[in-house]
Nanobody, 123 residues
Framework: VQLQASGGGLVQAGGFLRLSCAGS????????MGWFRQTPGKERVLIAA????????YYADSVKGRFTMSRDNAEKKVYLQMNSLKPEDTAVYYC?????????????????WGQGTLVTVSS
């Protein structure tokens, strides 16, 4: 699965952004998806995941209640709606496709990655 992430940018604290990730393969809808983020010198961290159908989601504690992940299998897209952004949300955000249909939590479960999109939240 080839993935293309977009939607990053500069936003003030308290603001919002919507990230998109477009897939290119007809198998897109078979797999769960995840959004990771990474800051310089730190490991890439899973912050949200969604099952193949969109029926179940996972959120890291750091974003729970502020971020919402969704998907549109007909359009081969996943989204990350990010509200109430904080400076600590500043990172490069990556979408990824899992090798499984159900929720995946480990980087090794994700076989395909988008190129990353930078989100900068100013205080």
């Amino acid at each position: 699965v080839q993935l293309q992430a977009s939607g990053g940018g500069l936003v003030q604290a308290g603001g919002f952004l919507r990230l998109s990730c477009a897939g290119s393969e007809h198998t897109f809808s078979r797999y769960s998806m995840g959004w990771f983020r990474q800051t310089p010198g730190k490991e890439r961290v899973l912050i949200a995941a969604i099952t193949w159908s969109g029926g179940s989601t996972y959120y890291a504690d750091s974003v729970k209640g502020r971020f919402t992940m969704s998907r549109d299998n007909a359009e081969k897209k996943v989204y990350l709606q990010m509200n109430s952004l904080k400076p600590e949300d500043t990172a490069v955000y990556y979408c990824a496709s899992s090798v499984r249909a159900w929720l995946s939590y480990h980087q090794t479960d994700f076989a395909s990655w988008g190129q990353g999109t930078l989100v900068t939240v100013s205080s």
